[in-house]
């Protein structure tokens, strides 16, 4: 019966060599791998967040009506409307599906940025500031790394003499907290600014100011001009 020889000093180097480009090559591909699912899940998170983000910017600005009430203090026949919208910051009031008759179809709602954080901070009543709601507002986080929230609104010109295309135009600020002015905008664009540099816009329609509807009380045409 033959022995067999001893590896060789070559034939030891090959086999590491080539045990080595193994384990090289299956570590480099459970790295890939890795990276690859990580990258799913963030797409995955940023995806639900961006779909979130969606329906509630879509409740609120399409919802969005003109709501004007009184002061419970001392300027009780002073009415008031509950808007306040700038470049960077906006609250509404807007319809809201009725879950229960003590709360309302109404919800009054603000677009807050803190930290980094965006939060939709609302309530069942109207109010001055959040300190007159107490225990009757809810916030919620709406999306995370946050560095931009940018408002525009869209109004309108009614003079008859002008060009279509220059009635309508936007405001990078609607009224403040002094306004006067009662109604709402015709329409709201939002545009979201990530950390990252990567940013999401959106524009919609609010109700109650199309060019023949108005939310609210209704005065009819006159009979001649029903034709």
């Not at 807007?94 to 930290?115: K, M, N, Q, S, T």
């Not at 069942?124 to 709601?133: G, Y």
């Amino acid at each position: 019966m033959r022995r067999r020889q001893p590896f060789t000093f070559l034939e030891l180097m090959i086999a590491v060599s080539i045990t080595t480009l193994v384990a090289l090559a299956l570590f480099a591909y459970s790295h890939n791998v890795s990276k690859s699912w990580e990258q799913v899940i963030r797409e995955r998170n940023r995806m639900a967040e961006l779909m979130n983000l969606d329906r509630t910017i879509d409740a609120v600005l399409s919802n969005t009506v003109p709501f004007v009430w009184r002061d419970d203090g001392d300027e009780k026949d002073q009415t008031f409307p509950f808007i306040v919208g700038d470049y960077n910051g906006l609250r509404v009031a807007y319809l809201h599906p009725i879950h229960d008759e003590v709360e309302g179809g109404i919800r009054f709602a603000e677009f807050l940025l803190e930290d980094g954080r965006l939060y939709l901070k609302y309530s069942d009543r109207p109010f001055f500031d959040w300190n007159q709601v107490y225990d009757r507002s809810q916030t919620v986080l709406l999306a995370e790394g946050i560095a931009e929230v940018r408002f525009l609104y869209l109004d309108w010109n009614d003079d008859t003499e002008s060009d279509w295309g220059d009635r309508a135009f936007w405001l990078d600020h609607w009224e403040t907290a002094d306004s006067e002015r009662m109604d709402a905008p015709l329409a709201i664009a939002m545009k979201v600014v990530w950390n990252d540099g990567h940013s999401h816009a959106w524009m919609r329609r609010t109700m109650g100011n199309s060019f023949r509807e108005r939310y609210g009380k209704w005065t009819p045409l006159d009979e001649e001009k029903r034709r």
